[in-house]
């Protein structure tokens, strides 16, 4: 009789849409994958999402992929949640959320994340205590806008999470996130007399002998089974600075792996799955897609990663963990560290150009043809790293005869060169030289939805002179989220999982010379630029124009009249 097939779901809810992989436990062949979209809302820096509407997605996303999967709903056994990070969902005493959440890009948080900085002995201190110095994207930043802004909503909030925290709660009932996802508060870390975890027992209900948690006026309380104070891995000095209850949060397991318990009755329900199935404590993306790769103790450590996303993010998984103001010093999911470079405008801001040029994603040209050279620095939402939030995009070295898709290659120039600023630093701070040829050679993983594109793929080859790997899974966040819904499952470490899967291998690109006259025009006006895009007005942008060429500076909207 032939054995019944364990299927685990892995699940990315990203900032656009929720992403749900039916994946085979064993062998991590991907069954099938179910979409559901999301709304963002929101204008001059703020962005926000109804985290109902996450919840809505995760139920249609996972039940197109349970039914494309062709497997009976018996057969999955687990399942994860992988999350965009640093959302700020405040939730009320009936653990439904009071208001929208505030996303990692919103940078209304800006003044506060500055003031903040300031505070607790300046970014030395807080790299020490959390491994980031807070800036707008940060959780922290976030509840003291909200704080300042909206007193009244924050005086009723009854529970404080992050997406995936929120997810993960509707799922089991339990509040609990995990050393990753926390890693992005700017509350949690080393600082506050050690990290929490959970006691042999995992992280669940009273009943099974874990930690309960929940919603209301009892907080997040400890149960029977023996664990740790639930909020030991949050520095109670930044939480006292902020003003954040430490009973409003949730409790931190030991891992993204770590089993939470098994799905609600309303949960099962909504899903069309058995109430046996295992809920792990799942994590960020970032450090999901990290688990996909394979990166992390079980797996490879030092290898650079680029994911080219609504986001560009850089990271690799690390034994120690740098400190540096321009990296988030994350924690992996797996116990090693995830330093990590983020930029906020990338395939999204790309698209915007390519839209308002009235041209295909594709059809472009290097922002050096026809000329002088064209720059642009496509900063529509602000920048993260560079650390300039009220910064707009900027275009400059236009001419008569500037060929448009010039202007279209440059914007893919200026968010690459960004994006690859970012992992030369990271690189740097790891003690590692980019320069040097065993670390130049070794191959950089290219991820997210740019690296399927030609234009983006042979933008990121041009200007960082490094071979690609491009993983042939498309889905690397979903499946390392059903890594660890695996892992919960099994018990089997998630990073060795998918590196028995293969889901990080694909194409190798070899490296091409590196175009260094793009690179330093690039960096030149970068420079020249910092002063005005700290301050983004129009007038600054013309005094700090330089030579010949004219300085513009771009509002989304502003090449619509060519």
């Known amino acids: 009789m032939p054995t019944r097939r364990s299927v685990v779901i892995g699940v ?5 849409s929720t992403k749900a992989a039916a994946v085979d436990a064993d062998t991590g062949e991907l069954l099938a994958v179910g979409r559901a979209p999301h709304t963002v809302t929101g204008s001059a820096g703020a962005r926000e999402s109804d985290p109902e509407e ?14 494309d999967a062709g497997v009976p709903a018996g057969a999955v056994t687990g399942i994860a949640v992988a999350g965009q990070q640093h959302g700020l969902v405040t939730l009320g005493a009936d653990g439904r959320p009071l208001r929208p959440a505030l996303l990692w890009n919103d940078t209304r948080s800006a003044p506060q994340a500055a003031a903040l900085a300031a505070r607790l002995g300046g970014p030395a201190a807080w790299l020490e205590r959390t491994g980031s110095v807070p800036v707008a994207s940060m959780t922290a930043a976030k509840w003291q806008w909200l704080r300042a802004h909206e007193p009244r909503h924050a005086e009723a909030v009854a529970g404080v999470r992050l997406p995936h925290d929120h997810l993960t709660e ?5 509040a609990v996130t995990d050393p990753g996802d926390a890693s992005g508060t700017c509350w949690y870390g080393r600082g506050g007399g050690g990290v929490a975890g959970i006691g042999s027992g995992g992280v669940g209900a009273d ?52 089993r939470v318990g098994t799905l609600t009755a309303a949960a099962a329900e909504a899903l069309g799955l058995p109430r046996t199935v295992v809920v792990a404590a799942g994590t ?98 602000g920048e993260r790293t560079p650390d300039l939030p009220h910064a707009a995009g900027l275009v400059t070295g236009l001419r008569h005869g500037t060929d448009p ?11 690459a060169f960004t994006v690859l600023r970012a992992l030369d630093h990271l690189l740097a701070a790891c003690g590692l030289d980019p320069a040097a040829p065993d670390v130049r050679d070794r191959p950089l993983r290219l991820i997210g939805g740019g690296a399927r594109g030609r234009a983006w793929t042979e933008t990121v080859r041009r200007l960082s002179g490094r071979p690609l790997v491009v993983p042939a899974a498309e889905e690397l966040v979903a499946l390392g989220a059903a890594a660890l819904a695996a892992g919960a499952v099994t018990g089997a470490d998630p990073v060795a999982l998918t590196t028995a899967w293969g889901t990080g291998a694909g194409e190798v690109l070899p490296a091409v010379g590196r175009d260094e006259e793009t690179w330093h025009r690039i960096a030149g006006v970068l420079s020249a630029a910092t002063p005005t895009l700290l301050s983004s007005t129009v007038e600054e942008v013309g005094q700090a124009g330089r030579g010949e060429a004219d300085v513009v500076e771009v509002d989304a909207a502003s090449l619509a009249d060519g």
Not at 170 to 174: F, M, P
Not at 207 to 235: F, H, L, N
């Open 54 to 67: 996450w919840w809505t997605a995760l139920v249609t996303a996972v039940r197109a992929a349970v039914r």
């Open 12 to 16: 990315d809810s990203s900032t656009q």
């Open 405 to 415: 898709r010039a202007i279209l290659g440059a914007a893919y120039e200026g968010a």
């Open 207 to 258: 009943t099974e002998g874990g930690v309960g948690a929940g919603i209301g006026s009892g907080g997040v309380g400890v149960g029977t089974g023996g664990g740790v104070d639930a909020t030991g891995a949050y520095d109670p000095e930044i939480l006292d600075l902020i003003g954040l209850d430490p009973a409003l949060l949730p409790a931190v397991a030991p891992g993204g792996a770590s």
């Open 170 to 174: 509707r799922l089991t009932g339990i």
């Open 284 to 381: 960020g993306d970032n450090m999901a897609a990290a688990v996909g790769l394979g990166l992390g103790g079980a797996g490879l450590l030092d290898h650079p990663v680029v994911s080219l996303g609504t986001s560009g993010t850089v990271f690799a998984a690390t034994r120690g963990r740098p400190a540096d103001p321009g990296l988030a010093g994350f924690a992996a999911t797996d116990g090693t560290y995830l330093p990590l470079g983020c930029t906020l405008n990338c395939t999204l801001a790309v698209d915007r150009f390519a839209t308002l040029l009235g041209l295909d994603r594709e059809d472009t040209a290097p922002g050096g043809n026809g000329g002088g050279g064209v720059v642009v620095l496509p900063y529509l939402d």
